[in-house]
């Protein structure tokens, strides 16, 4: 089945609607980016383009290279940016962990870019976003988190192709408001691509205690759409 990332069937102000009763706000990582000073903006948008030149996360002497060429100190900088929840490093390394939407970890969600690399996204919704945020094409793999099923979904010129045909994606939290804290720990692991509406509510059941919301093809392109499609700022998006 093929989705065009132009026709959303939820309406833009329905699409605002349905993250904030998860508790997130519609515009996510792109919304707690904006509210960072200038150097910082520009820091953590170095960040996600690190991600897309090496094989993995940056390491750290890269991420204090691009923190010296803004003036910044680098680990006031990393702060800085984990206290606004768009980048986290592992306490033990020091290394980026977390840089939405990439993950500097293995994860069920592998998105290999035209002309490379391979990444992997901190969920389903993220996975999708690359794509838009990079303007590549893309062949992103995943599994159903009930039936472990594979699934598949490929974009090459804005047409977008979904295997099975039948594919949603599930944004859950576990948790909202104030006591959501980093999006990372209670909507990641919760946010899934299923192989169909009937494999998301068997996930749905068996979480009782998540707040989730359905969304078809369409409406997660766009919703992944809003809040990564200009997170790397023009002069650093690739077609």
Not at 129 to 148: E, F, K, L, N, V
Request: charged share 20%; proline share 8%; glycine share 8%.
């Amino acid at each position: 089945m093929t989705a065009d990332r132009s026709a959303a069937s939820a309406a833009p102000d329905e699409l605002e609607v349905r993250p904030a009763r998860l508790g997130l706000p519609g515009g996510g990582v792109k919304d707690r980016q904006a509210t960072l000073p200038s150097a910082l903006r520009t820091f953590h948008r170095r960040l996600l383009g690190a991600f897309l030149t090496q094989a993995g996360p940056p390491d750290p002497a890269v991420v204090a290279h691009l923190a010296a060429e803004l003036a910044l100190d680098p680990r006031a900088a990393l702060a800085a940016l984990a206290a606004a929840d768009v980048v986290h490093t592992d306490p033990a390394t020091g290394r980026i962990s977390i840089a939405y939407p990439f993950s500097g970890q293995p994860t069920p969600h592998r998105v290999a870019l035209a002309g490379g690399p391979s990444v992997h996204a901190m969920c389903a919704l993220d996975a999708l976003g690359i794509p838009q945020m990079t303007r590549r094409d893309a062949r992103i793999g995943s599994t159903d988190p009930t039936s472990g099923r594979e699934i598949a979904v490929e974009v090459h010129d804005a047409a977008w192709r979904f295997e099975p045909a039948a594919t949603v994606v599930l944004a859950g939290t576990a948790a909202s408001g104030d006591a959501c804290g980093a999006v990372a720990d209670c909507c990641c692991p919760y946010i899934n691509f299923h192989t169909d509406p009937r494999a998301a509510d068997a996930y749905r059941t068996a979480h009782p205690g998540m707040v989730a919301e359905l969304f078809d093809q369409a409406e997660a392109l766009e919703a992944a759409r809003r809040v990564f499609g200009g997170l790397l700022g023009p002069s650093n998006s690739q077609r």
